[in-house]
């Protein structure tokens, strides 16, 4: 996945989801958002080549880049 520096949704609410795995394949860092206008700042930081594992949240998810695009990797696994 493509991740530029205006959020785009990285998963739709999902009750059945089990997990999700987001993989930094890319050169900046990105950040995990609840809502597209939360400010990046206060998101969940994701260096490159670092993770993000939640099996725990259910809920939509939304993505943007620090700077460029940057390639991005998900994995979401359900029941």
């Known amino acids: 996945m493509?991740?530029?520096t205006k959020p785009i949704l990285l998963c739709h609410a999902n009750p059945g989801r089990a997990g999700i795995l987001v993989?930094?394949?890319?050169?900046?860092?990105?950040y995990i958002l609840p809502t597209e206008t939360h400010p990046?700042?206060?998101g969940i930081p994701v260096a490159p080549g670092a993770s993000y594992d939640n099996d725990t949240l259910t809920g939509e998810l939304w993505i943007v880049a620090e700077s460029d695009t940057q390639d991005v990797r998900v994995e979401e696994d359900t029941d």
Do not use: D, H, Q
């Open 40 to 42: 990046k700042e206060e």
């Open 2 to 4: 493509a991740v530029g």
């Open 23 to 30: 993989y930094n394949n890319g050169l900046a860092k990105v």
